[in-house]
């Protein structure tokens, strides 16, 4: 948790550099800010999204909405739609060539990410879930059900 914490903050302190701090006042001293690592992690995807960037490593958490069928072309993917708690969606292309499928994933299912953003007019992409068997991409994966693919 702590080295996740770790690069989200790194990720922010790289794409929000104009970032103000509340409560640096006195007349603000009251003022607490509570942001939680999803929130912070949804803000960046968003920030990606609008600015059409890729090949930025995030991480998540969001709801299954769709299930779609593998893309078997070329390297297999299983594929899913998840939503973010912002509301924004991103496709999961997970690839089950290098990693193990989730069977039995559902419409409704919460799924943990770690992976490669990459910019699509619907709200952008995962890919990378998985280790990397050549060890030079960074290794990302799903979390779901307790169990980490």
Not at 82 to 105: F, K, W
Request: net charge negative.
């Amino acid at each position: 948790m702590k080295k996740l914490l770790t690069v989200i903050l790194a990720v922010m302190f790289i794409l929000l550099p104009s970032c103000s701090r509340i409560g640096n006042t006195s007349e603000n001293s009251d003022i607490s800010v509570t942001s939680t690592a999803e929130q912070n992690s949804d803000a960046i995807i968003k920030q990606l999204f609008d600015e059409q960037k890729s090949d930025v490593e995030v991480t998540g958490t969001g709801t299954v909405t769709i299930l779609l069928a593998d893309d078997n072309d070329g390297s297999r993917h299983q594929r899913f739609i998840l939503e973010l708690a912002s509301g924004q969606t991103l496709l999961v292309a997970h690839n089950i060539d290098i990693a193990p499928r989730l069977d039995g994933l559902t419409v409704g299912d919460t799924v943990e990410f770690k992976g490669e953003y990459y910019y699509n007019d619907e709200g952008g992409g995962i890919h990378w879930t998985h280790h990397d068997p050549d060890g030079v991409h960074v290794s990302g994966y799903l979390k779901w059900n307790g169990k980490i693919y």
